[in-house]
């Protein structure tokens, strides 16, 4: 569904047994009772390395319990926080992220949110694809001997 004045576009998925709206939307504008979740951080502009701290970051409305995780290709996600509670009030929340070294040099990676509503469902939201880079390389791909 596409409403122009205000651009929303949502997208249903089945995914397992599981049916979850991937919303693309302002959570600043949902009112009422409706709930949202939107990924601000990270972007695909910003560089990672081996044991940095990333802040993931996101806004919401309505939301009660969210589960983040990271995923390298389609169809598989490893958790980095399952089923963490939060305060439906706040608009602005973040978790930060040790990176492990097994993403070493690890290209295309993706953060996924999903926010839950009890009682109503879930919505789900994707960071832009992003790289993080080993030990023996830097931001712009070269080696450092």
């Not at 949502?10 to 599981?18: D, K, Q």
């Not at 958790?79 to 070294?101: C, D, R």
Request: aromatic share 14%; charged share 20%.
């Amino acid at each position: 569904m596409v409403k122009l004045s205000s651009v929303f576009i949502f997208i249903f998925v089945f995914s397992l047994s599981n049916l979850f709206v991937i919303a693309s939307e302002n959570c600043i504008n949902t009112t009422g009772n409706d709930f949202c979740i939107e990924i601000i951080s990270p972007t695909a502009d910003q560089k990672y390395a081996l044991g940095d701290s990333m802040e993931i970051k996101w806004q919401q409305k309505n939301i009660d319990q969210v589960t983040i995780g990271y995923t390298l290709s389609e169809g598989h996600l490893d958790w980095i926080k399952y089923g963490m509670a939060v305060a439906p009030q706040l608009n602005e929340i973040s978790y930060n992220w040790i990176i492990p070294s097994y993403l070493a040099g690890r290209k295309g990676v993706i953060i996924e949110i999903i926010g839950y509503k009890t009682g109503y469902g879930s919505k789900v939201d994707y960071s832009e694809k992003f790289n993080i880079f080993g030990n023996c390389e830097d931001s712009d791909g070269g080696k450092n001997y």
